[in-house]
């Protein structure tokens, strides 16, 4: 196999010369380094890459070409190379001024460039080298090339094997799926031993599991414990960003933390492609790579994760809140906070229901999005969700059509999306319209979509190998007792909420995230009234930890009277 390019274009010779050399002296064993000083010679490199079939990984574009000629130099890179990111390569401290930071800021909102690279300066320098490790380890997740990937061989991309790699995607694990009668899967079965059914999962160290349980591939993973202590200080249930904040307060401030979830970590966060309003991260992060952090900062404190386990019940007993879990044990805390946030609402087009995992997907596209290059795809939504969603898809697919019940996309979606998608040449927006039926071609993957106009009820059928599908959600709140107070959204009350609507118990009024079970409180996405944000969710979850102390020093020194029921 040829060694995956990295590209460096830069119009002065001194310049270049100073970037080959980081280059070269880094990376060189691993991949080859083309320098080149104009726009039509990048454009004849990169044509000739595409041909032969070799990779890039980086094209590093210097602002010393003009910046019309740099814009088109990365577009032709997008339509070329898909998965190669796009540096912008600037002087240091250039960004202060104010037409280099109009480029940069134009580029990202565009998504011309993934973001832009401080030119190298003295040998070694670091940090063109981060920027650039940064680069290279991206490309590695979206080519499924990074180390440790996990490889799934199944018979058909929906079904069990679909379940399986949405597993292996909620534990944050890399993961690539082969079919069975490709000839990478072939190879992969006569590599684990023929004879196992499938779908299997092989381990980087060669390990096989043959249709693992959720819980077995998680634990392989080493991605959960099983709760090996039945009691805690506080449980957490939903490893989402308000569950994975409160788990980091939680465990640092030394209360015993349980994290339940019944996937694994990162909620919804982890369908996003791109967090560009977090706070700290000025390129934007993935909401996979934020939990991962999470994850493991909260892991480092001492918190305690129990994945692919269902909160079934809560119950109180005495001074401890009991909470059932779907493996038939009970964990006992102090004090719960509920983190479960919401989940997508359904298509309800049974046709379509059967192809999830085979060009159906629920959610957001980030790891199905670099398997989309040169398709025809279709993403259904009308709210910012949707909008982020066919802006990623549309850096890898042909085209991408976004299907819209309402009659603008204003309704539901921010201004800043709503431009950016109407920019962006190869995204379609299908207004007034619904996907009411579909189908599969002869390798089971989806085919065609019925979509019809809610104007005048016709229907037209469209060829389509990817639908997004992101219509909303509904909170993760129907395993809860009734006795816990609901907005007629069904997502949860907390606070003076909870007090107004005369369902709390207690003389002392309701903690500001308590819900009307006292000791119970509520986070992120679930409660009613959220903000609907990573950050509000993160801000809440840190909230509720505080909250806890309040709650066992109040109790502590004035235990609460209860009034009787
Ligand atoms: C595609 C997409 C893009 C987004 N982009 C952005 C963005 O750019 N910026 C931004 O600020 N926000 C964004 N959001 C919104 C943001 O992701 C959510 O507001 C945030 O994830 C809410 O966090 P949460 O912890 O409250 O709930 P969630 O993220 O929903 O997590 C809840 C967790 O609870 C688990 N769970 C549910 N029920 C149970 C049960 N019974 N037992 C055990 N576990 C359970 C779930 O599996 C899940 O892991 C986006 C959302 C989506 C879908």
Redesign the pocket.
């Known amino acids: 196999m040829p060694l995956p390019v990295i590209l460096a274009v830069d119009g002065h010779e001194q310049s270049l010369s100073d970037i080959e050399r980081e280059l070269d002296d880094r990376y060189s064993r691993s991949y080859r380094v083309v320098t080149v000083t104009t726009a039509d010679d990048a454009t004849v490199a990169l044509e000739g890459f595409a041909e032969a079939g070799e990779d890039v990984a980086v094209a590093l574009v210097s602002l010393t070409l003009d910046l019309t000629e740099a814009t088109e130099l990365f577009r032709r890179v997008r339509s070329l190379h898909p998965h190669a990111q796009r540096g912008l390569i600037i002087e240091w401290r250039s960004w202060g001024d104010g037409q280099t930071g109009d480029a940069i800021r134009r580029a990202m909102a565009a998504r011309d460039i993934d973001f832009y690279v401080i030119r190298p300066a003295q040998s070694p320098d670091e940090l063109f080298h981060q920027a650039v490790s940064a680069f290279l380890l991206e490309w590695a997740n979206a080519r499924r090339v990074s180390p440790h990937t996990i490889q799934v061989v199944g018979e058909t991309w929906s079904g069990r094997a679909y379940e399986l790699r949405q597993v292996l995607g909620?534990c944050a694990v890399p993961h690539a799926f082969h079919l069975a009668d490709s000839p990478d899967g072939r190879a992969r079965v006569t590599e684990s031993g023929n004879g196992n059914p499938l779908p299997i999962v092989i381990f980087p160290d060669g390990t096989v599991l043959t249709d693992p349980t959720n819980l077995e591939l998680a634990a392989a993973t080493g991605a959960t414990v099983d709760p090996q202590h039945r009691e805690f200080d506080v449980i957490i249930?939903?490893?989402?960003?308000?569950?994975?904040s409160a788990a980091v307060y939680g465990a640092s401030e030394g209360l015993r933390t349980l994290v339940?979830?019944?996937?694994?970590?990162?909620?919804?966060?982890t369908?996003?492609?791109?967090?560009?309003?977090?706070l700290g991260f000025p390129r934007g992060v993935s909401?996979r790579r934020l939990a991962e952090s999470a994850y493991e900062q909260a892991w480092v404190f001492g918190a305690k994760f129990a994945f692919m386990?269902?909160?079934?019940g809560i119950r109180r007993d005495e001074d401890r809140l009991c909470v059932s879990l779907s493996d038939g044990g009970e964990v006992s805390a102090r004090a719960l906070i509920l983190?479960?946030?919401?989940?997508?609402r359904r298509l309800g087009v049974p046709e379509l229901e059967a192809l999830v995992g085979a060009g159906v997907f629920y959610?957001?596209p980030v790891s199905e999005a670099p398997t989309t290059v040169d398709e025809e795809t279709y993403v259904v939504g009308g709210a910012?969700?949707a909008g982020?969603?066919a802006l990623h898809l549309a850096e890898y697919a042909r085209r991408v059509t976004l299907v819209v019940r309402a009659e603008s996309l204003d309704e539901g979606m921010s201004h800043y999306l709503v431009r950016q998608v109407e920019g962006t040449p190869n995204i379609d927006v299908r207004l007034g319209t619904e996907v009411v039926g579909g189908g599969a071609g002869g390798d089971g993957w989806l085919e065609r979509l019925v979509l019809r106009s809610r104007a005048d009820g016709t229907t037209e059928t469209v060829a389509a190998e990817e639908l997004f599908v992101?219509i909303g959600?509904h909170p993760?709140t129907d395993?809860l007792p009734p006795e816990l107070a609901r907005g007629e959204d069904g997502f949860i009350r907390t606070g003076a909420d909870v007090e107004d609507g005369g369902s709390w118990p207690l003389e002392r009024s309701p903690l500001s995230l308590e819900t009307s079970m006292p000791g119970v409180f509520a986070?992120?996405?679930?409660?009613h009234g959220?903000?609907?944000?990573?950050?509000?969710?993160v801000g809440?979850?840190s909230i509720a930890i505080r909250l806890v102390h309040d709650l066992f020093a109040a109790e502590q020194l004035h235990p609460p009277e209860r009034v009787q029921p």
């Open positions: 909620r249930i939903g490893a989402g960003p308000a569950g994975l339940v979830d019944n996937g694994g970590i990162g909620g919804q966060a369908s996003s492609s791109l967090i560009r309003n977090y909401g386990h269902d909160a079934t983190a479960t946030g919401a989940t997508y959610g957001g910012n969700s982020q969603a992101m959600a993760n395993w986070a992120g996405d679930i409660r959220s903000m609907n944000r990573v950050s509000s969710a809440e979850g």
